[in-house]
């Protein structure tokens, strides 16, 4: 993507860090409560990490508010739970540790050997609760290509458009 888009910038969240921040390369932001300007991006692109976010609807109204018009967000998130409710799987604790509503789940992540704590097994009624919380409109791709090497449980591909 940086080779490509002369403007792309890439984030992580560093607890530890001030938001804005630049840290090993990353922009240190919080889905949650970005430092970005509204109507700041054309595209928006998460790989699974909506189902390690504390508040969805907090971060699904920041991502529409820092969207240009026309704008998308791109992303893929397990949907564990297809055809029933999303459920929460943790709530934020003290000191942002996780506190468990199910079996402790944690999924590897880069910055961290812990690994990033499981908040949501999502079911496809995820795209009514984009629209309920952030107004974009989100429809579910499904790419299943074996000559691309797709074939897996999780080959959701969701896009939420701001109209």
Known sequence: MKNECENYMASQFFV?????MIVNGFRNEDLEQQT???????????????????????AFKEIARTLK????????????????????????????NPIFLKEAEYHGNPIDP???PVTYHWGYDIVDFIQQTSNLETSIEY?????????A??????ISKKL
């Not at 530890?16 to 804005?20: A, E, H, V, Y």
């Not at 990490?49 to 969805?56: A, G, L, R």
């Not at 564990?80 to 934020?92: C, G, L, M, S």
Request: hydrophobic letters at 35%; proline letters at 4%; zero cysteines.
């Open 16 to 20: 530890d860090k001030p938001l804005g």
């Open 69 to 96: 018009t026309g704008g998308a967000h791109i992303f893929t998130v397990p949907i564990i739970n297809k055809h029933f409710e999303t459920e929460q799987w943790a709530v934020k604790g003290e000191n942002n």
């Open 114 to 116: 812990q690994g990033s």
């Open 153 to 158: 449980e999780y080959i959701e591909v969701l």
């Open 36 to 58: 970005f300007e509204d109507h700041e991006f054309d595209i928006i692109i998460t790989q699974d990490v909506m189902e390690h976010v504390y508040e969805p609807e907090k």
């Open 143 to 151: 790419i299943n290509n074996i000559e691309l090497g797709i074939r």
